[in-house]
C-alpha cells in the first residue's frame, strides 16, 4: 500500500492526463477549446449561446486565445460553418472530428486500462462526493 495521500495521487493523475490529452490535441493542431467546440457541433449545430455555455463548464486553459477567437480558427480553417447564426461542422469538420475522437478513445482506453467499469464507476462517485463535500453544486 502507498503511503502517498490522496491529494498527491489526484493532482497527479490529473497532471498526467491534461498533459496526455493537450498532446493528443496537439498533434491533430487543436486546442482544448476548439476540441470541445466540434464535440459539442457533433450531433447538431448550435447557437453562439449554446457554444458559450458549453465552454463555460470547461476548467481554466493556459491558451491565450479567447473562445471567441478559437472559434475563428474553426471558421477559418473550415472546419466549421456559420449558417446565420448557428455554427456547424463542416464535411470536413466532421472528418477532422471521427479522427481526433479515435485518438481521444485510445487515450481513454489507455487511462482506464486493468481497471472494471465497477472501479470506475466507484472512482467517479466517490470523487463527486469529494467535490460536493467541498462545495461543488454542479
Not at 28 to 51: F, K, M, N, S, Y
Not at 57 to 77: G, K, R
Amino acid at each position: 500500500m502507498s503511503t502517498r495521500t490522496l491529494a498527491y495521487w489526484l493532482a497527479l493523475v490529473d497532471r498526467l492526463v491534461e498533459a496526455r490529452f493537450a498532446g493528443t490535441l496537439e498533434e491533430h493542431g487543436i486546442t482544448r477549446i476548439q476540441w470541445r467546440v466540434l464535440t459539442v457541433l457533433d450531433p447538431e449545430p448550435a447557437t453562439h449561446e449554446a457554444l458559450a455555455d458549453a465552454l463555460s463548464e470547461l476548467p481554466p486553459t493556459p491558451d491565450d486565445d479567447s473562445a471567441a477567437e478559437q472559434l475563428d480558427e474553426l471558421l477559418e480553417s473550415g472546419w466549421v460553418e456559420d449558417l446565420a447564426g448557428r455554427y456547424a461542422l463542416s464535411e470536413r469538420g466532421r472528418d477532422a472530428h471521427d479522427h481526433i475522437s479515435k485518438a481521444v478513445a485510445a487515450l481513454r482506453a489507455t487511462v482506464l486500462s486493468g481497471i472494471s467499469a465497477d472501479e470506475e464507476a466507484t472512482t467517479i462517485a466517490a470523487l463527486e462526493r469529494m467535490a460536493r463535500n467541498l462545495g461543488w453544486n454542479g
